[in-house]
């Protein structure tokens, strides 16, 4: 064995990452109904397409075999809202809900423990029309979703989670302006979004709790490394502020059950130079602590951090959503500017590269957020514009990108950080909601006008790093 190996616990899952609205296709099949996102990808000038994406809605059973067959022993999916309820609420559709149990039956037959979040990303869109997650009315309607999926599918899912990236919702469709509804520098409306998002998330999980099913359950966060690019108080105080917009608030929410006093200064701070205020109600903070209390998991989605550098000026985005290296621009008024480190490489979407942040990160959870007890990398992976070589795929540098966040994981177990999994983004090739087709991140290639799945080189290396509990050198894998 060699001296290098990093060993990970026995117990530790090595599994694969999908969303339902990346992954399925079938928009219009067996009585589903609209979502935010059929809607925007229909527009005019709208460069993608969520049909068939990678056609997981007909191909789950292929892919659950791969899964047996390359030592994936987790799967995270996402249920469509609007499969199970096509209008969001009162009816409900049995097509959908037969599809879901065939594939967790699919899934348990295969030794594939099916980890189920609730909402990511694809609102229904009588909901998204009616102000989405600024309208309060959601919440009552996501609990109301919640629980018919809990009584229909809580005998076998054991771990839950209620949103996928909360954050994602609010900084993309109201900053970054490159999800539906497509608003730039909104920074107030995205504070209030994250909150309304927050109370959802407590008050489907107290009801899972009063439930008494089987399983965990836990939300699923987005956690950005902040890091001032040189350390100037003005620096560290923009890294202060984009830490609490993009990770505190939500975090002191699940887990302290409320924001914490200097949290809560630092948003005010943000909300006062946009011109917003931030409306809650007396009931959001009895959410917060009761789901506080009763929270059994953090899954966490990393992927970068961002270096940042104080500024005064007026918010300015552009988007990189074409994979054309350096053409990304991040400022936001009365937050800070996240500018390029030249030491730190990154992907060809201007993503640093920088694993020691998911170890900070990590580390932070544990040492800031006593009551979170444990952990799982719910998505982390590079995007990649795979080479299709006579059928086979070299995917070297996603292994390497993977292989170094699974040491920054192994030397936060080490620290006593409990991480009990890694999913992997993306089990398979899909669809990438603002870069479309050519952003791959799969372990199994998908060619988009067959359907036929191709294992990459890092699949054969995942497999050997799951059948052995360790971070297996590059060098060992045949492909
Ligand atoms: C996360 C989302 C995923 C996935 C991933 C990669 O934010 O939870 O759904 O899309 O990012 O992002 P992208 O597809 O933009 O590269």
Sequence with gaps: MSAKRKTLPKDFIFGGSTAGYQVEGATRE????????????????????????????????EDL??????????????????????EGEGRMNQKGIDYYNKLIDTCIAHGVEPFVTLHHFDTPLAYFHAGGWENRALIDHFVDYARVCFEAFGDRVR???????????????????????????????????????????????????????????????????????????????????DDAMSNRFMLDACFHGGYDAETRALIDEILEKNGSTLVTEPGDFEAFAQAAKEIDFLGMNYYSSHFLKAWDGESQVINNSTGEKGTSVFALKGVGARVSNPAVPTTDWDWPIYPQGMHDQLVRVHRDYP????????????????????????????????????AAV????????????????????????????????????????????????????YKLCSERHAIVPLEEVVY
């Design 371 to 406: 009551t979170c007890k444990e952990i799982f990398i719910a998505e982390n992976g590079m995007g990649y514009k795979d080479d299709f070589v006579d059928g086979k795929i070299d995917d070297t540098p996603r292994i390497e990108y993977v292989a170094k966040h699974l």
């Design 30 to 61: 067996d009585g589903r109904g609209p979502c935010s996102w059929d809607e925007d990808m229909a527009r005019p000038g709208s460069r993608f397409t969520a049909d068939p994406a990678s056609d997981f809605y007909h191909k789950y059973p």
């Design 410 to 461: 192994h030397a936060a177990i080490a620290e006593g950080v409990p991480v009990k999994g890694y999913y992997i983004w993306s089990l398979q090739d899909m669809l990438s909601w603002s870069n479309g087709y050519n952003k791959r991140y799969g372990l199994f290639y998908v060619d988009y006008k067959t359907q036929k799945r191709y294992p990459k080189k890092s699949a054969y290396w």
């Design 65 to 86: 075999a791969l899964c047996e067959q390359f030592g994936v022993k987790g799967i995270r999916i996402s249920f469509s809202w609007t499969r199970i309820l096509p």
């Design 159 to 241: 771990k839950w989670a209620t949103f996928n990236e909360p954050w994602s919702i609010a900084q993309n469709g109201y900053i970054a302006g490159n999800f539906p509804p497509h608003h730039t520098f909104e920074l107030g409306r995205a504070i209030q979004i994250e909150h309304n998002l927050m109370v959802a998330h407590a008050r489907a999980l107290h009801l899972y709790k009063t439930m008494h099913l089987p399983g965990k359950i836990g939300i699923v966060h987005t956690l950005e490394g902040k890091v001032p690019i040189t350390d100037t108080p003005e620096n560290r105080h923009a890294r202060d502020l």
